[in-house]
């Protein structure tokens, strides 16, 4: 990625840069000789200056980015391996970039229906829109440096490791109390779309 000098502001729109893959004839002529192989990209080659903040707000080079369809566009091909790091991928190549707390916020809920069917829909900051459910699961962690319950939905994917996550925000998780219930096992939480998800802790769990 180019190097910002001083005095110019970033350029969004070169955040992923258009280096073809080893052998595409695109970088110095031709496909590489037999026996001269590419040597393996660096950590450091492989990251971007990108950070999403724990507010959810993306930065490029220390400056936030200020068109929203733009990171959208990024937020399409943002994906997690299997380590929890976070990678921007086009065909073209991947890029490793820094996530502070979880990609997404969720900052709007609404009720569809009622009782243990009714979808608790939740909106994004960048607009997805994604019903609790058993493939979009609830979950409350708890932060280690204050006790304080972290709540978030799965967007995307389709496991826990590897999924992209929203938090909930404060105001959002105020609503989402009021709705709780008990079940019949004692746990405080929410009924969506035939699932509950509990919103305590469960002390009757052992310790892993």
Known sequence: MAKMHAGQRPDHTKMIPTRQPPGSGAEGGGPEPPGNPR???SAEDEAYDIRIAADGTWFHEGAPIGRIALVKLFATVLRRDEAGDYWLVTPAERGRIVVEDAPFVAVAMTERGEGADRALVFRTNLDHEVAADA?????VRVAPETGEPRPYIRVKGDSETTGLHALIARSVFYDLVSLAE???RGRTGVWSRGHFFPLDRDT?????
């Open 39 to 41: 040597p393996a990209p």
């Open 135 to 139: 493939d979009h699961p609830l979950t």
């Open 182 to 184: 008990t079940d019949d």
């Open 204 to 208: 009757t769990a052992s310790a892993p």
